[in-house]
């Protein structure tokens, strides 16, 4: 039956002229009203029931009608109020009974719903419509039982489910829509919260929920100043919602840490923004975007103090929060070029240069594969023990130093094994220092070009030949045979 089927026209009881005839004019407006409901005209439909109502106000049958016009124009909290006014007037009159039961139901109140539809089975034990209402009445009230304990538990997710569920039977529920609007807040999904708390905010500008809701998804975008604003609003029309004053609290906080934090960096107080940008992360857990820009900063603070190791988890923990947060990829990739960590500092860029192709981020992966490629051959300026900056005197020290410790004949006496491991390390170092002290050779070295190409083939070389080169001068040492096999070094 549909929410607002309308009564037919009732024989006036016969009695004086004037009342008779009021009582025939009210029918007539009845009449109209109903022809006018019948067309689906709810605007002259309501019209015409009012105007029957003003001459006849203690008719319920005509404040059911006008109930259920206005549950058609959507109307709920009128229409609520007309078929109160009906069963007043008829406390046996069950179709003001079903309409209230409607209307309180469709506006979330489950529980007076069920009072209402109770009330229609004792008037009419067998009415399968108040048995159908009665059933979709206690269906919202267990998915609100379940949504309150879930909300609890913190699955947020299941909360919008519950909440859709219920909003099939109430979507006039204003609570069931806030609900369900923080809950999306919480779970990330800003601009859809937004949209709800935005259509209950344009019939009621006044809702302190729905103001909270829209402080709670640019806080949670990190739009936090504008966030307190909505906040400050919403305790301006209820002093004592606690959300509201909480998140407020909570984004004020935020804000002046963060700041704070910001400009012991910018002073160089790198130790101070390190313990602020921890405090900050402390101050709400389920603040995202704020917290993954938290986390980067502090990331950029340990890589100032050269905690490589911490940063790179600082930078981790905000990508986890944030997987589009470039800048934090940034941050990371360069600890990792930093740490020599080649293979994961390519993959940070690959990712970096996919999101936006830019000529930097090109760049920037292109110099990560060139030293993730130099990484991987041998790496000749360890092998001597000097730094890549070293001068041609550093390289020439390191050589002499690195090619009298791992000479054969020095380790003649040992075991086979460690005879044939230093002999493998003497002619590394003779193969690092073929190539370091080449300025041509150590040039296509270091920008990683291989170096077999233009005849360069860094194998062809002997190491005895390089170490008669490098101590065969008179003030170097010399290297002679005193006996098959016998080696002796000799001050020149």
Do not use: W
């Not at 009342?19 to 067309?39: H, M, V």
């Not at 179709?95 to 009419?124: D, I, T, W, Y």
């Not at 704070?260 to 709400?284: C, V």
Request: aromatic share 10%.
């Amino acid at each position: 039956m549909a929410a607002g089927d309308c009564d037919v026209a009732m024989a006036a009881e016969p009695g004086a002229v004037s009342e008779a005839d009021t009582e025939r004019e009210a029918e007539l407006f009845k009449e109209q009203g109903n022809s006018f409901y019948a067309k689906k005209d709810y605007i002259e439909a309501y019209n015409y029931y009012t105007k029957a109502i003003d001459i006849c106000p203690k008719n319920a049958s005509y404040y059911g009608n006008r109930a259920a016009t206005l549950m058609m124009m959507g109307k709920l909290r009128e229409a609520l109020e007309d078929a109160q006014q009906a069963v007043r007037l008829d406390d046996t009159f069950v179709k003001g009974h079903l309409r209230e039961g409607k209307c309180h139901l469709s506006l979330g109140n489950a529980m007076a719903a069920g009072r209402c539809f109770q009330k229609v089975l004792e008037l009419e034990c067998d009415s399968s419509q108040a048995v159908t209402e009665l059933k979709s009445a206690e269906a919202v009230l267990e998915y609100e039982r379940i949504a309150e304990i879930d909300f609890e538990k913190g699955d947020f997710r299941k909360v919008v489910y519950c909440m859709d569920r219920a909003l099939e039977f109430a979507p006039g529920c204003h609570r069931f829509k806030i609900l369900k609007a923080e809950c999306l807040a919480l779970l990330g999904r800003y601009p859809d919260a937004q949209s709800v708390a935005s259509d209950i905010l344009r019939m009621d500008s006044t809702n302190a929920d729905a103001l909270y809701v829209r402080g709670l998804c640019l806080y949670y975008e990190d739009c936090i100043e504008k966030a307190v604003q909505f906040f400050v609003q919403a305790l301006k029309m209820a002093p004592d919602h606690e959300k509201a004053r909480l998140a407020c609290r909570n984004a004020k906080a935020l804000r002046a840490k963060k700041e704070e934090g910001n400009r012991a960096f910018k002073d160089g107080s790198f130790d101070k923004a390190f313990e602020l940008y921890t405090e900050a992360l402390k101050i709400d857990p389920n603040n995202i975007k704020t917290n993954a820009k938290l986390y980067c900063n502090r990331g950029t603070v340990g890589s100032k103090l050269n905690k490589m190791q911490q940063a790179i988890e600082d930078c981790t923990n905000a990508i986890k929060l944030d997987d589009t947060y470039i800048k934090a990829y940034m941050r990371r990739a360069q600890c990792y070029m930093d740490t020599e960590q080649y293979e994961e500092a390519v993959r940070d860029y690959e990712k970096i240069y996919q999101t936006e192709k830019t000529k930097e981020h090109k760049q920037l992966l292109k110099n990560a594969q060139l030293e993730l490629k130099k990484s991987k051959r041998k790496d000749y300026y360890k092998i001597l023990g000097v730094d890549k900056t070293a001068s041609e005197d550093e390289i020439k020290k390191a050589y002499r130093k690195r090619a009298l410790m791992h000479h054969p004949d020095r380790h003649s006496s040992a075991s086979p094994e460690v005879q044939k491991e230093e002999e493998k390390k003497f002619k590394e170092v003779g193969e690092a220092f073929s190539i370091l002290s080449d300025q041509k050779k150590k040039a296509r070295y270091d920008t990683g070009q291989d170096l077999d190409d233009d005849g360069m083939n860094s194998g062809d070389f002997d190491a005895n030949n390089i170490f008669k080169a490098f101590f065969g001068s008179p003030s170097g040492f010399s290297f002679e045979a005193s006996g098959p096999g016998n080696f002796f070094f000799q001050f020149g």
